[in-house]
């Protein structure tokens, strides 16, 4: 084996090995938090859904392009193949959309008591449910190519010219044309959200600016021997900066995987190098792996629960007094 091979193969396994505990931690935290609670706030439904999707996109990812690398891409059939990119498409699409929601709502979340705002999100509260079913079903709908043009490793290299190596599988499209409305379909499901989560965020960091010019305003009113009362929701803040995190490195890390899609779309195929690829692969899988890190250490109740089963468990450990 190429030891640049043994490299990209060892670079996807430590992706594996972040993201899936990560992605893991957070939906352990949720369910021990549905169980004691017996329900769970919007917000934290929406993490948790963004958590599974996010585990899907590693395992399916990460871990397929580790075992190519490594040589074992062979084990997947064209049924197998088919599979792997669908799951892996409608996953990643997900993943997008559902941060979108979630910048969504914690820009309604933040909004005052008696507005407009505030009642759509009552609306929004009430029907998250068929919320998750519609994005399912709009993103289950966009991956169908998948299913209709992907086939194990093939070695007929005239297939390469309307065609996408993903390591353990190949994407062929029937023609040009074909491929680069697929391609710009794909570019445009991400832009869209990213674009409206981008706003989402404006209007979250606008909220806080103004937030923080109250906080100083009552302070020096207070110092001044004036009465006043402090600023509630600081559960709401700290969940706003987490999403405006999440947001931001949703933005650069697609934003840099859309450009190199791009790039692969319109350059000659004599022309692309196969960092390119790599690059591309590796920066669509960075979100699902950087994401749970951000939330675990934004989410108190995911570190409340987390360090609870920890403590739980070194309990059950320790060996009875004789």
């Given at each position: ?32 938090l549905?169980y ?5 706030l ?17 395992g ?9 690398s490594?040589h074992?891409s ?12 669908f ?5 990643r ?11 969504a ?7 005052p008591?008696g ?5 759509v ?15 399912w ?12 043009f992907?086939f ?17 599988c ?9 491929k680069?409305?697929?391609?710009a ?5 991400d832009?869209v959200p ?11 960091l ?12 009552l ?10 009362s ?27 995987d859309n450009?190199?899609?791009v ?9 692309r190098?196969p ?7 590796f ?5 699902a792996?950087?994401s749970?890190v ?5 989410n108190?109740k ?13 309990t059950?450990e ?5």
């Amino acid at each position: 084996m190429q030891s640049q091979e043994f490299i990209r193969g060892m670079l996807y396994l430590s992706l594996t090995v972040v993201g899936v505990p990560g992605n893991v931690a957070i939906i352990v935290a949720f369910l021990l938090l549905l169980y004691q609670e017996n329900c769970l706030l919007p917000a934290d439904a929406i993490i948790l859904h963004l958590a599974c999707v996010n585990l899907l996109v590693v395992g399916v990812r990460c871990l397929l392009e580790t075992l190519a690398s490594l040589h074992l891409s062979s084990i997947f059939s064209d049924l197998g193949c088919k599979a792997v990119i669908f799951v892996y498409r409608t996953s990643r699409s997900l993943s997008i959309w559902l941060t979108f929601v979630l910048s969504a709502y914690q820009c309604l979340n933040i909004a005052p008591p008696g507005s407009r705002w505030a009642s759509v999100r009552t609306v929004v509260t009430h029907y998250l449910g068929l919320v998750f079913l519609f994005l399912w079903l709009i993103n289950t709908c966009m991956s169908t190519a998948a299913i209709l043009f992907s086939f194990g490793t093939q070695n007929d290299s005239s297939l390469l010219n309307h065609g996408i190596n993903v390591q353990f599988c190949y994407v062929h499209f029937p023609s040009k044309l074909s491929k680069q409305a697929n391609g710009a379909a794909q570019v445009g499901r991400d832009v869209v959200p990213m674009a409206l989560m981008t706003l989402a965020s404006l209007i979250i960091l606008v909220f806080l600016y103004k937030h923080s010019q109250q906080v100083k305003g009552l302070r020096s009113t207070s110092r001044g021997g004036g009465g006043g009362s402090g600023v509630s929701g600081g559960a709401e803040l700290r969940a706003a900066k987490a999403v405006v995190a999440l947001v931001t490195l949703y933005v650069v890390v697609y934003g840099i995987d859309n450009g190199l899609w791009v790039y692969t779309l319109t350059v000659r195929k004599t022309m692309r190098s196969p960092l390119i690829s790599d690059l591309r692969i590796f920066f669509s899988s960075l979100y699902a792996v950087l994401s749970p890190v951000v939330i675990i250490a934004s989410n108190r109740k995911v570190n409340g629960r987390l360090r609870c089963r920890m403590q739980l468990t070194r309990t059950q450990e320790k060996p009875m007094p004789g």
